[in-house]
C-alpha cells in the first residue's frame, strides 16, 4: 500500500513537471511582460536593460529552472493587473469555485445512481425512455446555454432565483466563505450548480445505466436469484457495487473536467471563482495569473486522480494494492 | 407423491418475427432423495430444463406450456415472490463456472450468510455458525477464515466445494447441478463429483445432475434422460441405458466414448451435428444422423414408449433390437 503510494506520488510529480513546463512555455512566449510593466515611452537601451536585470535574456533552461525553483516555493509569480501574487489571488477565489463543484457534484452522486439504476432495471417504461431521451438533450447542449435559458427562465420570467453572483456567505476561515449557510446563499449557488451538473450528469446516468445492464446480465447475479435473495438487495449490493467500480474511476477525471467547466458557468452567473477569473485575465493578458491557474487547476487534477485510484483499490478487493507497488 | 413431476413442459425463445422451440413437450419425474442425469450434446436442451426447474429462463425464454410439479405446486405458475422462497431453500443451483458464479466484491461469509437470511429469521452470528458447519462439510480447511476472503482469493475447486456449501445451506430438497465440474481441472473433477454424491446421499437431497459426461452420470445417478434437439428421447434406470442403449443416438454416444475404441483408433464419432433450433428437421430429429433411418422417420415424429426397460423416442427401436439380436446368434 504504501509502495502503491509512494509510486503513485512520483506519477503524479512527474505530470507537474511536464504541466509547469506548458505552463512556463506559455509565459515565454505569450506577450512581453516589459510593455506590460514599462508602456510605450521607454526608449530600447532602457529596456534591454531592464530585460538583463529581469533575467529575461537567459536561456530557456536557466528561465525555467528559476520559474520551477520558485513555484516550488509557492511563488507563481505577479499579477499584472492586481499587483499581488498570482498564487494568492486564485486561493482567494478558489473556494468559490470549489462550492460551486461540490453543489454539481452533489447533484450528479445523487440523481445519477438512482436514476441510472432506475432506466437499467426497467430500460423499456415510458420513464426510462424519456430519461435517456432528455439525457441525450442534456450531453448535447452545451452548459453556457442551459446557464443562460435557466437565468431567462428561472431569474427572468418566474424570478425565483437569483441570476448572478454568490449572495449572502458567511466567513468560515482564512478566504473561505460558504455559501450553505444561509437561505439566500443556497438561492444563488442552486442555478449555477444544477448548470455545472448538466453535462456530467447524463454522462453518468448513461454510464451507470449501462454498466448497470452488463452487470445484471453476469453469473453472478443470475446465482444470487438462485439463491433467493430478495430482490432490492441484487440490484443495490450485488450489482450497484460491481456497476460503480468503473464508475469511480471515470468520475475522478471527470472532477476535474468539472473545475475546467466552471469557467463557463461562473462567467454567466458572474460567479467569483477563479474561472470567471481566468476568463478576465485572458481579456487582461494577465500572463502570470493565467499560467499560475493553469498549474493550480492541473494540481488540483492530478491530485483528485491520485485520491480516486486509491480509494479504487480499497474499494475493489481484487485489486492488491501492495503488489502493485512492487 | 413425486418431489417433482415435470409433464410435457415447452420451452420457447421468442425472436424477431417468430418463435423457436428449446424444449419439446418434456415429461419427467424425480422421487425423493433420487439422482438424475440429463445428457446430451450442447445445444440439447440441458440446462435450459435447469434453468425451468428454477423458474429462471432469461429472456427471451419463456415456458410456453405444461407443469413443473414440486412437491405438489405448480412452479410455472408461481409469482416472484412465491418462487423466491423456494430458490435457495427447498431447490439449489450449482452454477457451471465457480470462477464467475461468486460475486467479486463479496467476501464468501456475505454470500453465505445473505442466503441464510433471505430464508430464515437469523442473526449474522447465527447464521456465520451455520455457514462454517457447511464448509467444514464440504472439508474446507480452515473454515471460519474463509468467510473473510473474496472469491479470487480461493481456487477454482475451492469455490466449486463453496458453491455446493451454499447449495446445501438450507437443506434443500432438490439440488440441480449444471456441469458442476466442466470448467475445473480434471484432477480435481473426481474429488468434486464424490464429494456432491457423498453429500446427497448422507443429506438425502434429490439431484439432477446436467452433463455430457457419461461417464459421471454412471457413477452418480440412478435414472438417466437423453436428450436431443430439445427432447428426451430415451430414459430410464442409469445402468441399463449405459449397458443396454436402446436409441441409435444413445448408442452412438455411447460408442464414441475412449473406452470404446482401441488405443491409436479414430473415435467413433456420430457423423454431423445437433441441428440448430431453428431448423430442426421433420419427423424425427435425430433422422439425418441415424445409419438406420427410414422413409417414415423423416415425416413422422416419434412417440416415446415402453420398450424393454427404457422409455425410447423411436421408429425403429424394435427392427433395431432384432437385428442386433440375429448380430448376436450368427
Same mark, same amino acid.
Given at each position: 500500500m504504501f509502495a502503491y503510494l509512494v509510486k503513485r506520488v512520483f506519477q503524479a510529480i512527474a505530470v507537474m513537471f511536464v504541466i509547469s513546463l506548458i505552463g512556463f512555455a506559455i509565459q515565454d512566449n505569450l506577450g512581453d511582460p516589459l510593455r506590460e510593466l514599462v508602456g510605450q515611452s521607454v526608449s530600447e537601451e532602457v529596456r534591454q536593460e531592464l530585460r538583463d536585470e529581469l533575467g529575461l535574456n537567459d536561456s530557456f533552461v536557466t528561465q525555467y529552472l528559476r520559474f520551477a525553483?520558485?513555484?516550488?516555493?509557492?511563488d507563481l509569480g505577479t499579477s499584472y493587473f492586481f499587483k499581488e501574487p498570482a498564487l494568492d489571488v486564485i486561493l482567494k477565489k478558489l473556494p468559490a469555485t470549489m462550492e460551486l463543484v461540490f453543489g454539481a457534484t452533489i447533484i450528479i452522486v445523487g440523481l445519477s445512481i438512482p436514476v441510472g439504476v432506475y432506466? =437499467?432495471?426497467?430500460?423499456?417504461?415510458?420513464? @426510462?425512455?424519456? $430519461?435517456?431521451?432528455?439525457?441525450?438533450? #442534456? *450531453?448535447?447542449?452545451?452548459?453556457?446555454?442551459?446557464?443562460?435559458l435557466m437565468i431567462f427562465v428561472f431569474s427572468v420570467e418566474y424570478g425565483w432565483f437569483p441570476s448572478y453572483g454568490r449572495g449572502d456567505v458567511v466567513h468560515v476561515f482564512g478566504p473561505w466563505e460558504t455559501n450553505f449557510a444561509t437561505v439566500d446563499g443556497w438561492m444563488h449557488i442552486l442555478l449555477p450548480s444544477i448548470a455545472?451538473?448538466?453535462?456530467?450528469?447524463?454522462?453518468?446516468?448513461?454510464?451507470?445505466? =449501462?454498466?448497470?445492464?452488463?452487470?445484471?446480465? @453476469?453469473?453472478? $447475479?443470475?446465482?444470487?436469484?438462485?439463491? #433467493? *435473495?430478495?430482490?432490492?438487495?441484487?440490484?443495490?449490493?450485488?450489482?450497484?457495487?460491481?456497476?460503480?467500480?468503473?464508475?469511480?474511476?471515470?468520475?475522478?477525471?471527470q472532477i476535474g473536467t468539472m473545475v475546467a467547466y466552471t469557467i463557463l458557468t461562473e462567467t454567466v452567473f458572474q460567479w467569483p471563482g477563479m474561472g470567471f477569473m481566468f476568463l478576465e485575465a485572458v481579456n487582461r493578458v494577465d500572463t502570470p495569473l493565467i499560467v499560475a491557474?493553469?498549474?493550480?487547476?492541473?494540481?488540483?487534477?492530478?491530485?483528485?486522480?491520485?485520491?480516486?485510484?486509491?480509494?479504487?483499490?480499497?474499494?475493489?478487493?481484487?485489486v492488491n494494492l501492495a503488489r502493485m507497488g512492487a | 407423491m413425486s418431489l417433482?413431476?415435470?409433464?410435457?413442459?415447452?420451452?420457447k425463445f421468442a425472436m424477431r418475427d417468430n418463435t423457436v422451440t428449446a424444449l419439446n413437450q418434456i415429461s419427467f419425474d424425480l422421487a425423493k432423495g433420487e439422482r438424475l442425469g440429463i445428457v446430451g450434446e450442447s445445444g440439447a436442451g440441458k440446462s435450459i430444463t435447469g434453468f425451468a426447474l428454477m423458474?429462471?429462463?432469461?429472456?427471451?425464454?419463456?415456458?410456453?406450456?405444461?407443469?413443473?410439479?414440486?412437491?405438489?405446486?405448480?412452479?410455472?405458475?408461481?409469482?416472484?415472490?412465491?418462487?423466491?422462497?423456494?430458490?435457495?431453500?427447498?431447490?439449489?443451483?450449482?452454477?457451471?463456472?465457480?470462477?464467475?458464479?461468486?460475486?467479486?466484491?463479496?467476501?464468501?461469509?456475505q454470500q453465505m450468510v445473505e442466503t441464510l437470511m433471505a430464508h430464515r429469521k437469523l442473526s449474522k452470528s447465527e447464521a456465520e455458525q451455520i455457514a462454517i458447519v457447511k464448509l467444514r462439510e464440504v472439508y474446507i480447511p480452515s473454515p471460519a477464515e474463509r468467510l473473510n476472503q473474496y472469491p479470487h482469493e480461493l481456487s477454482g475447486g475451492m469455490r466449486q466445494r463453496i458453491i455446493i456449501a451454499i447449495a446445501l445451506l438450507l437443506d434443500p430438497q432438490l439440488i440441480i447441478a449444471d456441469e458442476p465440474t466442466t470448467a475445473l481441472d480434471v484432477t480435481i473433477q473426481a474429488d468434486i463429483m464424490e464429494l456432491?454424491?457423498?453429500?446427497?446421499?448422507?443429506?438425502?437431497?434429490?439431484?439432477?445432475?446436467?452433463?455430457?459426461?457419461?461417464?459421471?452420470?454412471?457413477?452418480?445417478?440412478e435414472r438417466t434422460l437423453v436428450m436431443y434437439a430439445g427432447r428426451i428421447i430415451e430414459a430410464g434406470r442409469t445402468r441399463e441405458i449405459i449397458n443396454d442403449?436402446?436409441?441409435?443416438?444413445?448408442?452412438?454416444?455411447?460408442?464414441?466414448?475412449?473406452?470404446?475404441?482401441?488405443?491409436?483408433?479414430?473415435?467413433?464419432?456420430?457423423?454431423?451435428?445437433?441441428?440448430s433450433l431453428t431448423a430442426i428437421p421433420n419427423g424425427c430429429p435425430f433422422s439425418p444422423r441415424c445409419e438406420y433411418v427410414q422413409d417414415h422417420c423423416r415425416t413422422e415424429a416419434p412417440k416415446t414408449v415402453q420398450y424393454t426397460h427404457v422409455e425410447v423416442a423411436c421408429h425403429e427401436v424394435h427392427r433395431l433390437h432384432s437385428d442386433k439380436a440375429e448380430e448376436m446368434n450368427r
Open positions: 525553483g520558485n513555484a516550488l516555493q509557492g432506466t =437499467a432495471i426497467y430500460p423499456n417504461t415510458i420513464l @426510462s425512455r424519456l $430519461v435517456m431521451g432528455i439525457s441525450i438533450i #442534456g *450531453i448535447s447542449v452545451p452548459v453556457f446555454l442551459t446557464a443562460i455545472l451538473a448538466s453535462i456530467m450528469l447524463p454522462l453518468f446516468v448513461r454510464l451507470i445505466r =449501462a454498466e448497470m445492464m452488463e452487470v445484471l446480465q @453476469s453469473e453472478y $447475479v443470475k446465482y444470487a436469484k438462485a439463491k #433467493g *435473495i430478495r430482490p432490492w438487495r441484487i440490484y443495490f449490493v450485488h450489482a450497484l457495487k460491481n456497476t460503480l467500480l468503473p464508475v469511480i474511476t471515470v468520475g475522478g477525471v491557474y493553469l498549474i493550480v487547476v492541473g494540481f488540483i487534477f492530478v491530485v483528485t486522480n491520485t485520491i480516486v485510484d486509491l480509494i479504487y483499490g480499497l474499494v475493489n478487493p481484487t | 417433482l413431476s415435470v409433464r410435457d413442459l415447452s420451452v423458474n429462471l429462463l432469461s429472456r427471451p425464454g419463456f415456458v410456453d406450456s405444461g407443469k413443473i410439479l414440486f412437491q405438489g405446486d405448480d412452479i410455472a405458475q408461481m409469482s416472484d415472490a412465491q418462487m423466491r422462497r423456494i430458490r435457495g431453500n427447498q431447490m439449489a443451483m450449482i452454477f457451471q463456472d465457480p470462477m464467475v458464479t461468486l460475486n467479486p466484491v463479496l467476501t464468501i461469509g456432491l454424491l457423498e453429500l446427497c446421499e448422507t443429506n438425502k437431497v434429490g439431484l439432477i445432475l446436467i452433463t455430457h459426461d457419461l461417464g459421471v452420470v454412471s457413477q452418480m445417478t442403449p436402446q436409441h441409435p443416438y444413445t448408442q452412438g454416444l455411447i460408442n464414441a466414448l475412449p473406452q470404446q475404441t482401441a488405443p491409436g483408433q479414430r473415435l467413433k464419432q456420430i457423423p454431423g451435428n445437433m441441428p
